[in-house]
């Protein structure tokens, strides 16, 4: 066998155009949403991560703020700027991009953000709500893995789907999003006893722990779907996955690439929530006429 490739460049795209619609009738409204982010230090994936974001939100018409903080900053003042975009009636979401120094509490800094421009999903108030199904923001990357999951034509209902990693961005609202859609999630972690037994069960991988080619053709199950979240340097500095994909390839069904699988959809939900947030400050007479 050998897998079809999951396009998430081309699945961005076409969602891409959607938001770009929603953003035109917001515009038409005299709303423009607006998206900040607030990058701390001067880590070159984040660099580029946020450099991304910027350019995609600006391709859907989006308002862009970046907000460059040296890597000394104090939390009391990176709370002073979540307080000022929380009041900001031109900024419908706010992202601070992850990891911080050392020196500051992400969970402070986290639920400083107003629950209502949490585009990311992390405050523990939108964890809650997605946690027992209520309407809110998803986090963006597991969200995005749905829609591709969707988009591609893959029914998870009854399947055996098997997350590897339990971080709160990434494995642990993974398993919850697919539980929520009737598939029967298993996580596995650093602790797991004999991993590649487990996997070799799943219907369903989705890969997020942060190993350079860690899952193999001897963890896959004959004509699985596997999701790579990776973002790694291999040995010669190049961007791969956790997935040592063309290992892969030969046993399973669909898999998605890196680059160019989950990363660009989790900028797109990013866009999405963006606007959905926008959306609902109009509703609500939030935002501002300024645009
Ligand atoms: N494409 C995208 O949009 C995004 C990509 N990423 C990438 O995804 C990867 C994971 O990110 P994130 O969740 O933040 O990472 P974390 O480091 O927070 O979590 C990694 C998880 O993997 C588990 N793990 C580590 N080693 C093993 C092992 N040998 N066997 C099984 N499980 C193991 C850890 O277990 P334990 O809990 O026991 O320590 C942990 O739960 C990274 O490469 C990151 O760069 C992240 C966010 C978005
Ligand atoms: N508050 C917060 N929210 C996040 O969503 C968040 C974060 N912090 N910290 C770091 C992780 C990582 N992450 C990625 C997003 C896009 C790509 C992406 O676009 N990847 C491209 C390649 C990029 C490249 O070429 O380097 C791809 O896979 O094709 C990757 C990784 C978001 N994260």
Not at 211 to 231: L, N, Q, W, Y
Not at 233 to 254: F, I, Q, Y
Request: hydrophobic fraction near 40%.
């Amino acid at each position: 066998m050998t897998a079809k490739l999951i396009d998430g460049v081309a699945i961005g795209k076409e969602l891409r155009s959607e938001i770009n619609d929603g953003v035109r009738k917001l515009l038409e409204k005299g709303c423009q949403p607006g998206l900040a982010v607030i990058l701390v230090g001067n880590n070159p994936a984040s660099h580029t991560y946020v450099r991304n974001k910027e350019k995609s939100s600006i391709e859907v018409g989006m308002k862009s703020e970046v907000i460059r903080l040296p890597e000394e900053v104090t939390e009391a003042e990176l709370l002073k700027q979540i307080e000022s975009l929380n009041a900001d009636d031109t900024i419908h979401g706010i992202l601070v991009q992850l990891p911080l120094p050392k020196h500051i509490d992400e969970d402070l800094v986290i639920q400083a953000i107003d629950p209502k421009k949490d585009v990311d999903g992390f405050h523990p108030v939108n964890v809650g709500k997605m946690l027992i199904g209520q309407q809110t923001f998803l986090p963006c990357t597991p969200y995005g893995i749905m829609e591709l999951l969707d988009r591609s034509g893959v029914d998870i209902a009854g399947k055996h789907a098997v997350v590897i990693g339990r971080s709160n961005i990434v494995g642990k609202p993974m398993g919850q999003l697919l539980l929520q859609k009737d598939a029967t999630v298993t996580y596995c972690h650093s602790k797991t006893k004999d991993l590649s037994s487990i996997t070799k069960q799943a219907d369903v991988i989705v890969a997020a722990i942060g190993k350079s080619k860690f899952i193999t053709d001897e963890h896959i199950k004959e004509g699985a779907v596997v999701i790579d979240v990776g973002m790694n340097r291999d040995e010669n500095g190049k961007l791969c996955g956790d997935v040592d994909t063309e290992k892969a390839k030969a046993v399973a069904a669909a898999i998605t690439p890196v680059p160019g699988g989950v990363g660009p959809m989790t900028i797109t939900m990013l866009l999405k929530n963006t606007l959905r947030s926008a959306e609902m400050a109009v509703t609500e007479g939030r935002c501002s006429k300024k645009a």
